[in-house]
Structures are given as structure tokens and as C-alpha cells.
């Protein structure tokens, strides 16, 4: 199998049952619940073309909504994330992105944050005001935006630092 594909499939399959077992159950304070599986958009390679990432991007959010029966807002917020991922990723790391040169854990850390915190804060947005879908409750989209997306970027944060390979 392809040695780009594998690792994929691999973090696909992981992520969603950890988002669908787990985390999915877990609703701090009433509103903060982590979105874990953005990580897989995150982590795809920067190299791969964008129609690519748009349908992997669609399927774990297919996939995350048939399991938690929603309608169709994750693969929304995960198709919206993935369309704009080309211009954070120039925003974020500039020259090196357009000339194919990022290793992303080689990448100043601040710059790593402020793509995950991006990507985390488009995809939370979307998924919050498309699960209200009603302006009348533009503050309790903005506050659970604001809240789940900390608790999210957190425990990206958290795992990248625990299963980073030391080849990288």
C-alpha cells in the first residue's frame, strides 16, 4: 500500500472511533466537548491536491455524522475547514509552503498554533451556527465556538506531543 495512504487510513479510522466512543460523550460545564478528528485535516500531508483533501475531509465528517446521527454538520464544518486550509497554511508558514518545504514539526511552534487554532476556529464556528442555524443565538455560537475550540486546540496540542515521532 501506498506509504502516504497507510498512516491516513490508519489516523481515520483512530480518530473517529475515539471521537465517536469517547469523546462524543464528554460534555464539560454543559457546552465544552472536543472535536478531535479536525486533527485528521490538520495532519494531512501539505503536498497532497486540494480536491483530495476536500473528499477525505468530507468523508471523516460523513462519517462522524452518521455515527452521532447530526444531520450533516460535521461534514459541513470539515468541508468548509478544508477549503480555506490552502490559505491558512500560505498565511501561517508563507514561502515555505509555496515551495513545498514544511516539515511541519520542524516549524517554529508558534506558527503550528496558529494553524491548528485557525483551522479549529473555522470548523467550530461553522459546526456551532450550522447546529443552531438561528441568528437569535449568534452568543451561545460564539461562546461555544470560543470554549470547545480552547478545549479542542488543547488536546490536539496534548496529542501531537505525545505520539510525535522522533523522525519527523
Not at 6 to 23: A, D, E, G, K, T
Not at 53 to 68: A, E, P
Not at 87 to 93: G, P, Q, S
Request: proline share 3%; aromatic share 18%.
Amino acid at each position: 500500500m501506498n506509504k502516504l495512504l497507510s498512516p491516513n487510513i490508519i489516523r481515520f479510522v483512530l480518530l473517529v472511533l475515539l471521537q465517536v466512543l469517547i469523546l462524543s460523550n464528554i460534555n464539560f460545564l454543559g457546552y465544552l466537548n472536543p472535536y478531535l478528528y479536525v486533527l485528521f485535516i490538520l495532519l494531512l500531508p501539505f503536498t497532497i491536491q486540494q480536491w483530495k483533501v476536500l473528499v477525505y475531509s468530507f468523508l471523516i465528517g460523513i462519517v462522524i455524522d452518521v455515527f452521532q446521527d447530526s444531520g450533516g454538520v460535521n461534514a459541513a464544518a470539515c468541508l468548509v475547514a478544508a477549503y480555506f486550509r490552502p490559505n491558512i497554511l500560505k498565511f501561517t508558514f508563507g514561502v515555505s509552503y509555496e515551495f513545498q518545504t514544511i516539515k511541519f514539526y520542524q516549524t517554529p511552534f508558534g506558527q503550528r498554533l496558529t494553524y491548528i487554532s485557525l483551522i479549529v476556529l473555522i470548523h467550530h464556528f461553522v459546526l456551532f451556527s450550522m447546529s443552531y442555524f438561528n441568528l437569535d443565538y449568534i452568543v451561545e455560537v460564539l461562546k461555544d465556538t470560543l470554549f470547545s475550540s480552547l478545549f479542542t486546540i488543547a488536546l490536539i496540542l496534548m496529542v501531537m506531543v505525545l505520539f510525535r515521532k522522533k523522525n519527523r
